[in-house]
């Protein structure tokens, strides 16, 4: 069965730092291109980060470039989101994804993700930053 399991949300202060995980079981997460995305209530879902199938591509959304960085350990099939500096309008539900399971198309990461690439997805985890 495929998985794709996230963790590492929480509640945090301004300024501090999370790390979200993005954990595949059933398939091999080195094989896709991965993205983080983040969706408000009402809001549509919006791409924060990539990182293609082979890591040699990673983008970001522009409100983040300086602040978080994506990451693959593929022994653990795992994909990271170190998220620094964060900030309250970061506060969101954080989702990751994968391409190409069920279309075969890998993303190429030259831009922030679209949510329309991915066809695999996680069930999301809360990142609450507030004081």
């Known amino acids: 069965q495929l998985r794709l399991v996230e963790s590492g949300g929480g509640l945090v202060q301004p300024g501090g730092s999370l790390r979200l995980s993005c954990a595949a079981s059933?398939?091999?997460?080195?094989?896709?291109?991965i993205g983080w995305f983040r969706q408000a209530p009402g809001k549509t879902r919006e791409g924060v980060s990539c990182?293609?199938?082979?890591?040699?591509?990673?983008n970001y959304i522009d409100s983040v470039k300086g602040r978080f960085t994506i990451s693959r350990d593929n022994a653990k099939n795992t994909v990271y989101l170190q998220m620094n500096s964060l900030k309250p309008e970061d506060t969101t539900v954080y989702y990751c994804?994968?391409?190409?399971?069920?279309?075969?198309?890998?993303?190429?990461?030259?831009?922030?993700?679209?949510?329309?690439?991915?066809?695999?997805w996680g069930q999301g985890t809360q990142v609450t930053v507030s004081s």
């Open positions: 994804a994968a391409a190409g399971i069920d279309s075969g198309i890998q993303p190429m990461c030259i831009r922030p993700p679209k949510e329309y690439e991915f066809d695999f």
């Open positions: 990182i293609s199938s082979f890591g040699d591509r990673i």
């Open positions: 059933g398939f091999t997460l080195d094989r896709h291109t």
